[in-house]
């Protein structure tokens, strides 16, 4: 069971909005502790899409939003594009494990 | 441009050791801490291990640690992973990571494949 849990699988159309989810405890995003977003399209290296659970590196669209309450924090993805199809991670701290830890990944198909 | 390029990556019989580098440039390399992160065929992201700038205080997930050693040289912009003991388990592509604001991995290397099998 991960430390931060997400759903294996979202899909929707071109142009809908989906949102993919990323639970946690009190150890981790409960305490405080900030949320970042990865992209991993197939058969290449990560990709951070959002950082301090609110804010979008410099080239990532505005399409991808972060939001972070109590001890969950979700993305959102907005105006859906072939080229999202991809798995997503969240990534946390957790301190009564004392160390990084990614969310299990979710799989965005494009329908 | 930031890049890292990691090297190291074999095939290695259960119980053995290999040493994984990680050549960073475009960047003032001694001012960033680093990790490792690997991804098992097929599976998702884990973190293995972080280094902070001065090397001190390194910190491991659980199942690596006593096995693994992360370590930098920053006359040399390289990191490091020294991994002893090798289980099947440790099998999976090994990526090299910049550390950046809210503990964020900003930058990612290609991945070098460590197979531990007989």
């Known amino acids: 069971q991960s430390v931060l849990t997400q759903p294996p699988s979202v899909s929707g159309a071109p142009g809908q909005r989906v949102t993919i989810s990323c639970t946690g405890s009190s150890s981790n995003i409960g305490a405080g502790y900030d949320v970042n977003w990865y992209q991993q399209l197939p058969g290449t290296a990560p990709k951070l899409l959002i950082y301090g659970n609110i804010y979008r590196p410099s080239g990532v669209p505005d399409r991808f939003s972060g939001s972070k309450s109590g001890t969950s924090a979700s993305l959102a993805i907005t105006g859906l594009q072939a080229e999202d199809e991809a798995d997503y991670y969240c990534q946390s701290y957790d301190a009564s494990l004392i160390g990084v830890f990614f969310g299990g990944g979710t799989k965005l198909t494009v329908l | 441009e930031v890049q890292l390029v990691e090297s190291g990556g074999a095939l290695v019989q259960p119980g053995g050791s290999l040493r994984l580098s990680c050549a960073a440039s475009?960047?003032?390399?001694?001012?960033?801490?680093m990790s490792w992160v690997r991804q098992a065929p097929g599976k998702g992201l884990e973190w293995v291990a972080n280094?902070?700038?001065?090397?001190?205080?390194?910190k491991y997930v659980a199942s690596v640690r006593g096995r693994f050693t992360i370590s930098r040289d920053n006359a040399k912009n390289s990191l490091y992973l020294q991994m002893n003991s090798l289980r099947a388990e440790d099998t999976a592509l090994y990526y090299c990571?910049?550390?950046?604001?809210?503990?964020?991995?900003?930058?990612w290397g290609q991945g070098t494949l460590v197979t531990v099998s007989s």
């Open positions: 990571a910049r550390d950046s604001h809210y503990g964020s991995k900003d930058y």
């Open positions: 475009g960047f003032s390399f001694r001012n960033f801490a």
């Open positions: 280094i902070p700038q001065d090397g001190s205080e390194n």
